[in-house]
Antibody
Framework: QLQLQESGPGLVKPSETLSLTCTVSGGSFSSSSHYWGWIRQPPGKGLDWIGT???????YYNPSLKSRVTISVDTSKNQFSLRLTSVTAADTAVYYCARTPQYDISRFDSWGQGTQVTVSS | DIQMTQSPSSLSASVGDRVTITCRASQSISNYLNWYQQKPGKAPKLVIYAASSLESGVPLRFSGSGSGTDFTLTISSLQPEDFATYYCQQSYITPPITFGQGTRLEIK
């Protein structure tokens, strides 16, 4: 059964870089069948799409975050990662990683449990 | 960006009720509309994709309809486990993928 697990620091200082990793198990990470994405949810608010990556490294980013976001993939470890630079309190959120089918990269059909990231000094 | 507006923002209903949640897109999105259910402290779960297709494992009491700009999610007979927040999401023009603000379904 496919499982996605987010990991990374729960506390990041303002102006620093947020780094998270999603580890995929129980499924074929390197196949051409899926894309892999990051979504976040600020406290008490709705869902914001951050970006999506293909196993080959092709990426799609939310234009509102594009200047600060990098998503990368490490197929040897069945992982993909998120880097968000110059963070502020507005980046405080639960961060989710998720999977989409290759034929519909917006259909998030499997999710990680989420990880809370707080931006504070 | 395509804006997604859900109504109502919150809704109180009883077990056994029929409930409808509406989602409106700021421009036509054909049927590129997904619905997610989120329970407190949990990740969202895909319920409906392509406006009206039921995700595998989701009970038949859930249904979706609509095309263009107006969409609905209907739960035919509410069960206790259905009380949650529901989000619509468009996938027609991306990036960015955009979500509605959510509809909180509460027990009356």
């Amino acid at each position: 059964q496919l499982q996605l697990q987010e990991s990374g620091p729960g506390l990041v200082k303002p102006s620093e870089t947020l780094s998270l990793t999603c580890t995929v198990s129980g499924g074929s990470f390197s196949s051409s069948s899926h894309y892999w994405g990051w979504i976040r949810q600020p406290p008490g608010k709705g869902l914001d799409w951050i970006g999506t990556i293909y196993y080959s490294g092709s990426t799609y980013y939310n234009p509102s975050l594009k200047s600060r976001v990098t998503i990368s993939v490490d197929t040897s470890k069945n992982q993909f990662s998120l880097r968000l630079t110059s963070v502020t309190a507005a980046d405080t959120a639960v961060y989710y990683c998720a999977r989409t089918p290759q034929y519909d990269i917006s259909r998030f059909d499997s999710w990680g449990q989420g990880t809370q990231v707080t931006v504070s000094s | 960006d395509i804006q997604m507006t859900q109504s109502p923002s919150s809704l109180s209903a009883s077990v056994g009720d029929r409930v409808t949640i509406t989602c409106r897109a700021s421009q036509s999105i054909s049927n590129y509309l997904n619905w997610y259910q989120q329970k407190p402290g949990k990740a969202p779960k895909l319920v409906i994709y392509a406006a009206s297709s039921l995700e595998s494992g989701v009970p038949l009491r859930f249904s979706g309809s609509g095309s263009g700009t107006d969409f609905t999610l209907t739960i035919s007979s509410l069960q206790p486990e259905d009380f949650a927040t529901y989000y619509c999401q468009q996938s027609y023009i991306t990036p960015p993928i955009t979500f509605g603000q959510g509809t909180r379904l509460e027990i009356k």
